[in-house]
């Protein structure tokens, strides 16, 4: 039964291989390919994390993610604050807009220039970009703290994000979470 | 003063570029060099996202701690569902080990041989991997729904991430979101 519970817990010291987790594990991944799987070939894996890497796992993208949720929307700015060629930024701002996650927008008629901002598909992402950060506040900041401080405006507070239970609204951590093989998971 | 208030909406469409928004927006920025900035120089930057990424921000690295997350701990299985190089494998999970997010564990003697278990520190990734598997359930799965289900244990119910405030406890969208410099932001 594919949904079965894939692990009693992940974490155990005696971690059960059941049939369904051995699958998740050892497979369906791509056939063996020569050359090997290329980056681009993880958007056909069974994964919600491979296929959303597929488009955001690049590091100069998810550098350029972190300054669109800081207000950037030109490319002179998103060059200039990376530090790479215009090669590396073109080439990333084309796969955002082409994955729906930025529009191009124009700014100027003459000539005509584009800025680039968040879709709605774009503002899904501000989990990801703010988990990321937490982690970096929590292990990377100096003896002064964190570089960059966040406010909620709904409450005002200075505030770090905590990752909570859709059902319970109780916080989650690793060890409490179970995987298994859902309906989108290919049958073996 | 570097704890005022950089915007007070990144996302209104009349964005208020202020002095210290400014400041966060165009640098500092590691000194022009040629060749441009490598991946490695991230850690350098104030930024809590930039030095977290300087450390999990590649493609593969991301894959490997999803495996871990799954309870993949040994080097051939890991190498298996990526399908890249052993070199590659090799290189990420030495990342992942100086930077304290792995341990490796001897589990055979007569060879030593080891096997990768998330830290405390790796742990705490938990959100960012949450958060991006949640983003590709939400984007990315088919018509059967997402590959792979998670159960709270806490509850028992299958749960999608939600990422609250950690003062007020309420759900936090990106447009309620306002970053300013803090202490450990560099003077100007």
Redesign the interface.
Known sequence: ML?A?V?SS??GDQ?RIESV?SQ????P??K??EP??K?E???AQ????????AV????WT??IL??C????RRFE?FQ??????RTIVTDRLRTLVEAGVLRRVPYQDHPVRHEYR?TE?G????????????????????A????????????G??????????????P???????????????AP
């Open positions: 949904a519970i692990a992940v974490f971690v987790r998740m594990q050892n497979g991944h791509p063996r390919r090997p799987m980056w070939d993880l958007s069974p994964c919600s994390i491979s296929r959303a890497l955001i796992g690049d590091r998810l550098m972190r300054d949720f800081l207000g950037v700015l200039k604050r990376l530090g790479v060629s968040l598909k503002l899904d992402l501000h989990p990801v970009v703010m988990a990321i950060a937490h982690f970096g506040d929590i292990h990377y900041a100096g002064e703290g964190p570089p960059v401080l966040r406010r909620h405006k709904g409450c507070c200075d505030f770090h994000p905590v990752q909570v239970c859709s059902e319970c609204g109780e989650v951590s690793a060890r409490q979470v179970e995987a298994r093989a859902g309906a989108g998971f290919p």
